[in-house]
């Protein structure tokens, strides 16, 4: 029951409150990561700022506000993880970085110009922590509501939600931007899309109260002396005991690399539509919008590669397609061939994702003790992926002027990732694995 610290394994009405934070969430995932603001963000700054003496593009500045925010969630996650640890405090840390992550997006709405582009980047930052600091807790949640038989279909099911709920606002933000007249708004005004930065606050906050009033209830244990200090051991110790798991280790390798290449792509792929290919921001939203309807049906279709052919295949596919993906971006020049390789990106993302929190769950020990603090790992690692692939793209942007190049880099995390996934084996996967 709802109200009990414990549930039972494979509870329907608490894997759909699991799945339906995912809904809740993903339209910051959507609508703020990737399709509108990084567009708007481009659009209300200057083409080049001066930082401490250095001359930074946008697209530069952009890169490295994403990386500076998972910067910050590397640098407290272990801290997360030991109080979850010791308080089992979850539930509750699931909400205060849930209402943290909701407001700050809600403050978006006053980045509107040059002016205020220190107050929207900053805005930004602090949203991206919120929503980032979340999963922490999130993930954790899988193995305590899930067999581990089910861990690849309850993980689909919570991105599959992620992917109707967050559509189903975009398209309605989508339709406000392009006729704002039917809603009181002014022709050529930003206030549609600062208005839509409002809704996705709303929506992300709302709709989590629903999960937070059926998911796992924390036991209400008083925080230990000496908790900051226990989380970053139990990182410390997760990674001294990798020593003597070759394949888990293996596995966080690979992980590392391509989370670096998906996540940039998630994160920078309009500005490389909207620097390169000039895609005007209504042909980069329906672009992204094709993208996730795709995403939907590749997640159940990869999960079901998975379960028939194993995780690890269905892994090497998607990494296979991700470095087709990267090397077609470099030599595309139309927005036609763009728009068929953003149908192969939405065809992997919510698989590789998916695949990628369930491969974990089965490569972990059932020490139920632990998991805080391999979830913690994790976490932890997925974010300093993220500011290693945003800072190398921001980088060589900044140095080369061409994102072009930023995007082979991203292919060679690609096949980094894939000579250290070809040497995992997972229990119960593929037998000739």
Sequence with gaps: MASDTTVLLDDKKVIRAWALFDWANSAYSLVISTAIFPIYYIAMSPDHLNILGLEVSNSALYSISISFSYLLIAMIAPILGGIADYG??????????????????IGLYFFNGIPT?????????????????????????????????????????????????????LVFILLMSQKPTLFGMAEDSSLPYRVGF?????????????????????????????????????????????????????????????????????????????????????????????????????????????????????????????????????????????????????????????????????????????????????????YLSVVFGTFAFGLIDNITNNLRYSVLILALFFVISLFYLSKVKIAHDDPTD
């Design 198 to 382: 409002v809704l996705v606050g709303i929506w992300w906050f709302s709709f989590a109260q629903y999960s937070f009033s059926q998911l796992p209830k924390d036991k209400g244990g008083k925080l230990a002396k000496g908790i900051v200090r226990h989380g970053y051991n139990e990182l410390k110790d997760v990674f001294g005991q990798l020593k003597n798991q070759k394949n888990l280790k293996r596995f966080l390798i690979s992980f590392f690399f391509y989370s670096a290449g998906v996540q940039t792509v998630i994160y920078l792929a309009t500005v490389f539509a909207e620097k390169e290919l000039n895609f005007e921001s209504a042909e980069l939203i329906l672009t992204v919008l094709i993208l996730q309807i795709v995403a939907i049906f590749g997640a159940f279709l990869f999960a079901r590669v998975s379960k028939r052919r194993g995780s690890k295949k269905a892994l090497i596919i998607m990494i296979c397609i991700w470095i087709a993906i990267c090397i077609a971006a470099y030599f595309t020049h139309t927005k036609a061939f763009f728009f068929g390789i953003a149908f192969f990106v939405g065809l992997v993302l919510g698989g590789i994702q998916s695949s990628s929190r369930a491969s974990y769950s089965k490569l972990l020990a059932k020490n139920e003790d632990d998991l805080n603090s391999y979830f913690s790992f994790y976490d932890v690692l997925f």
């Design 88 to 105: 089992d405090k979850r539930l509750y840390f699931l909400k205060i970085f849930t209402t943290i992550g909701a407001f700050s997006c």
């Design 117 to 169: 582009v220190w107050l929207g980047t900053i805005a930004f930052i602090i949203s991206t922590v919120g929503f980032a600091g979340s999963l922490i807790f999130y993930d954790a949640f899988l193995p305590s509501i899930a067999s581990e038989e089910n861990y690849d279909k309850v993980s689909a099911k919570g991105y599959a939600f992620g992917y109707v709920g967050s559509v189903i606002l």
